[in-house]
């Protein structure tokens, strides 16, 4: 390493010196170079991350001698920002008073022209092959240089500004812009040396609505090329207005060895300052400041003023008229205003002298919808009321009040109305009312220059229509705004009229140039959202010192627009039997009991629906597996379902796929070798009726917001449809979607069948499932009725059990029909996913008992195969549990064994004392009757005698076994209990018994 650093150091030295050497030809011997003679520059960074630092002569061959080459910083080595680089010591040093620097950046803000490094060409968009296609009729729609800024143009052109750059390290490119219309679109985006666009943010820039706006990006290390590109479309045959570009910053350069001097019109009043700060109004400063210097009372100057102008004498075009606000007395006057900024002079011996305030008159009433309260102020009336301006009224019973807004006085502007002043030359707010109120109108006021945009906005939050209007529909008014307006001009004005939609882009809808006689507007609104409506006025587009057409303006007499949410009303009208609207005489979910002529609530599992063709009110019931909300508005699905089946009852719970799901098909056609395809979003139930699926038209609005939901169309329903157009197309990184649709806007019902009101799910589009588990499917309509679809668009989600899909699994469309649908009006989609099997019970496992082992017995709990369930109950505890083994079970049967022969025992001694016991009596018997043969036989008893033995023994002449002995005992015992033995009498008489 020590022998290469020194090969490199004698190669430096050489490429020094040979660069200091003087030409053969010359002649002459060359002197000692210099400090004024010659700069530093720093090597190329080699591959250990060291550099030299070099002496180069300003001109080649001037003077030798030059400082030996040194090892320089490292190639990590910056300064801050305020700071540069000071070559001769290698130690960063603060920029000086008057001076700014960026430390590790460059910036750009001085257009006098196209700053070197910059390229600037324009394209035909119809044959653009990457800048190398320059059409001829293009060629001048470049981007202009204007001093402070860089302006785009304004054809069909499309023009591009670029700039490459090497960083060393990360960086950040920022600029300001100004972007005010839509007409035009505009384009920033970086790339790298391989024509790759870095990760970022939308290429696509905002438009501006507030003057000037500041964007900044991320820059990589390495080559990058930054693009601004502009390309206008042609709208109302309209001139649009260029975007400005100004202040553009790069950071992550390797050094800058320089400070750079503050323009003319700025200052830096320390030493170290990152950048310079513009001269306030009335001073001004050359190239270079440390201050501003004031100008002469004869003179003025704008902000950031380069020089001061003298001031011309005031005219009747520096002033202007309004009204005062009405004062307690209900009295109100016309008042004279000088126009701001006051250029003007009244010192001079020609000037005009500000008019005395006018006599003061009754103020005019009120707006319709309002009234004076106790004070002189207009207030809005209650809801419920109306109001002519001069007092509020309630509405009559079977009325409700027709809300709207409508100006027509102009006292005062209304609070939900501003004004303001924008500059056609810098694009920045003045600060200064654009719009003043005249009693009946409301007129432009002078400006600070005649070329000016005087611009007055009215903001309305959104609209509440008499109707419900269908999704999906075209051509269907939410709302109108008609405004009744003039125009008195001398040169080429124009007055814009603009509408913006939830707080995006105004588009321009109408233009009216030159003078216009007092005539009426009428623009209508078809969609609900917070709206914006503006008017732009312009007297001329050219910019002259001072002003010359202040007389020129534009008056606006009346503004009406209806279906306000929030709005005031000016009249009533009668309530219809309808449920949309608010003054529906029965509560939501209520229906009038024609009999009665009351209001009756729908009964539970019903919910009141408008039919499509009549508009007809009534109580419908709830299909399958839905039922009503609290307001009997419509029936939902909070995503559980219950089946019957034979033997036993299954339970669903789709809470999982209840969110909004979006899955592409196609692709379903090609346009100019583009593939396109279809995009479903779907939600599969809603709780209370709300929906999560969503689709949106960011195509047609260039405009494009950041937030969900400020797209000029978006459908919310429980499926919808768009186009989606791949990331490749028109630059977008993101896929865009247009044309969005609603499949589904009301859930039906959900079943296990096939069919439900009309809408068939035919099993035969998707493959079988399994058949001890049937497909439950979602049926819904939509309320978009086309002339083929008389009864809406219909949708069948078919959500069928696969336990080894979790999550949400796959939908698929049938085979036959790729687009989902076959005959355009009913879609149908097959879900599969374990999220879609049944809750888990008791019927789903069953137990495994085990052997007894050591006197111990586990069951265990398996699920049946195939496990067709999900989540729900879990499997039980293993069970353990003491048992009885096979030697236990012979001790038992031998200890029973020894309790029998032991009691069989003891009935044969019981039984045979009992025969002993008979016998004795017997013999008893035998021997008195042999004594007396001759006589009857004198009673004797039975019994043992006292003094007798039962336990004497006799000796019969005939013996018996014991086993005949019981069974004579046995036959000869009768019913009553007692034996019977037959007695042979001596007489020879019958035998008797006893």
Not at 217 to 224: I, K, V
Not at 513 to 537: E, H, L, R
Not at 714 to 727: F, K, W
Not at 880 to 893: E, I, N, Q, Y
């Amino acid at each position: 390493m020590v022998g290469t650093g020194t090969a490199v150091r004698r190669l430096l030295l050489a490429l020094s010196l040979a660069a200091a050497r003087p030409p053969a030809l010359t002649g002459q011997r060359l002197h000692v170079c210099k400090e004024s003679e010659y700069h530093y520059e720093y090597t190329e960074c080699d591959s250990t991350g060291s550099r030299w630092r070099v002496a180069v002569p300003h001109t080649p061959g001037l003077c030798t001698g030059l400082p030996d080459p040194i090892r320089g910083t490292e190639c990590s080595f910056s300064c801050k920002a305020g700071e540069f680089l000071d070559m001769k010591t290698q130690a960063c040093q603060p920029c000086a008073e008057g001076t700014y620097s960026l430390g590790t950046g460059v910036r750009f803000d001085e257009w006098d022209e196209v700053p070197h490094g910059f390229a600037n060409v324009a394209t035909n968009p119809e044959v653009d092959d990457g800048f190398g296609s320059v059409v001829e009729n293009c060629t001048g729609s470049t981007w202009v240089p204007h001093g402070d800024y860089v302006a785009s143009n304004t054809d069909e052109c499309t023009a591009t500004l670029m700039y490459a750059v090497n960083l060393k390290q990360s960086g950040t490119v920022s600029f300001e812009y100004t972007y005010p219309d839509s007409g035009i679109v505009f384009e920033f985006f970086v790339q790298n040396d391989q024509c790759q666009p870095t990760a970022g943010e939308s290429r696509w820039m905002r438009t501006t609505e507030k003057g000037w706006e500041f964007h900044s990006m991320e820059l990589s290390h390495g080559n990058n090329v930054l693009y601004w590109r502009t390309t206008a479309f042609s709208v109302l045959s309209k001139v649009h207005k260029p975007v400005l570009v100004r202040n553009i910053s790069i950071t992550g350069v390797a050094y800058t060895s320089e400070c750079f001097p503050c323009k003319p019109g700025t200052f830096a009043p320390a030493a170290g300052a990152s950048a310079c700060q513009p001269c306030p109004a009335n001073t001004f400063s050359s190239k270079g400041a440390t201050a501003c210097q004031p100008c002469d009372p004869t003179t003025y100057a704008e902000p950031g003023s380069a020089s001061c102008h003298a001031r011309p004498p005031c005219t009747d075009q520096d002033y202007f008229y309004t009204h005062s606000a009405c004062d307690a007395r209900g009295e109100t006057q016309v008042l004279f205003k000088w126009a701001e900024p006051k250029i003007c002079s009244e010192e001079l011996p020609e000037a005009a002298l500000l008019p005395p305030p006018g006599a003061k008159t009754p103020c005019p009433p009120c707006n319709p919808g309002f009234a004076k309260s106790n004070g002189s102020t207009c207030q809005p009336c209650p809801y419920g009321s109306y109001s002519n301006g001069s007092g509020c009224i309630s509405c009559p019973a079977g009325t409700e009040p027709v809300l709207g807004l409508e100006y027509k006085w102009w006292n005062v502007l209304p609070p939900n109305m501003e004004t303001a002043v924008l500059s056609d030359i810098n694009f920045e707010y003045k600060g200064m009312a654009g719009w003043e109120v005249a009693g009946d109108y409301i007129y432009t006021a002078a400006g600070a220059s005649d070329n000016d945009f005087m611009i007055l906005t009215l903001v309305v939050p959104g609209f509440s229509p008499a109707s419900p209007v269908l999704e999906d529909t075209e051509s269907k008014e939410v709302a109108r705004i008609t405004f009744v307006f003039e125009t008195i001009c001398s040169v080429s004005c124009e007055l814009y009229f603009m509408v913006g939609i939830n707080s995006s882009t105004n588009m321009a809808v109408e233009t009216w140039t030159g003078s216009k006689g007092k005539q009426s507007y009428t623009y209508i609104v078809d969609q609900n959202a917070t709206m914006s409506f503006t008017w732009v006025f312009q007297r001329t587009p050219y910019h002259e010192a001072g002003r010359w057409y202040s007389s020129d303006m534009a008056k606006l007499y009346s503004i009406n627009v209806t279906n306000v949410l929030g709005g005031v009303a000016s009249f009533c009208r009668r309530c219809a039997p309808v449920t949309a609207t608010s003054c529906a005489p029965c509560a939501p979910g209520s229906i009038v009991d024609h009999s009665s002529g009351t209001c009756q609530p729908c009964p539970p599992g019903t919910y009141l629906q408008d039919h499509l063709s009549d508009r007809t009110p009534a109580c419908q019931p709830c299909g399958p597996g839905t039922r009503s909300n609290q307001l009997r508005s419509l029936c939902y699905n909070n995503c559980s379902f219950s089946l019957l089946l034979p033997g036993h009852i299954l339970h669903y719970n789709f809470s999982a796929l209840a969110t909004s799901t979006a899955f592409t098909s196609g692709p379903s056609f090609t346009a100019k070798g583009l593939k396109y395809f279809h995009q479903f979003n779907i939600s599969l139930c809603g709780n209370q009726g709300r929906r999560t699926a969503t689709c949106m038209d960011n195509v047609t609005d260039r405009g494009l917001p950041d937030g969900e939901g400020d797209y000029a169309r978006v459908v919310t329903s429980y499926v919808c449809q768009s186009i989606l157009v791949p990331p490749d197309v028109t630059g977008y990184k993101t896929a865009m979607s247009s044309l969005p649709i609603s499949l589904a806007d009301r859930l039906v019902g959900v079943t296990a069948h096939s069919m439900l009101d009309g809408i068939t799910s035919p099993p035969e589009h998707f493959p079988p499932g399994h058949s001890d588990l049937p497909d439950i499917v979602f049926f819904y309509r939509s309320n978009d009725a086309t002339q083929p679809c008389s009864r809406g668009r219909a949708t069948a989600i078919r959500l069928r059990c696969d336990p080894l899909r979790p999550g949400r699994g796959t939908i698929t469309m049938p085979s036959k029909c790729p687009e989902g649908t076959c005959d355009g009006c009913t879609f149908h989609f097959l879900w599969v996913t374990g999220e879609a099997c049944p809750r888990c019970s008791a019927s789903h496992y069953r137990p495994i008992v085990g052997a007894c082992l050591g006197g111990i017995q586990k069951t265990t709990y398996v699920w049946r195969e195939p496990r067709l369930c999900h989540g729900g109950q879990s499997l039980p505890a293993q069970e353990v549990r003491a048992c009885r083994s096979v030697d236990f079970w012979l001790k038992v049967g031998i200890s029973a064994g020894t309790c029998a022969a032991l009691l069989l025992a003891t009935l044969a001694a019981y039984f045979w004392k009992k025969n002993q016991k008979l016998e004795y009596k017997y013999s008893k018997l035998v021997i008195s009757m042999t004594a007396n043969e001759s006589e009857l036989p004198a009673p004797d008893s039975c019994a043992i005698m006292e003094g007798e033995d039962a336990e004497d023994e006799l000796v019969l002449t005939s013996k018996r076994s014991l086993f005949g002995k019981i069974i004579s005992f046995t036959y000869k015992r009768t019913p009553d209990g007692f034996d019977s033995v037959p007695l042979k009498p001596s007489s020879g008489s019958s035998a008797m018994e006893l």
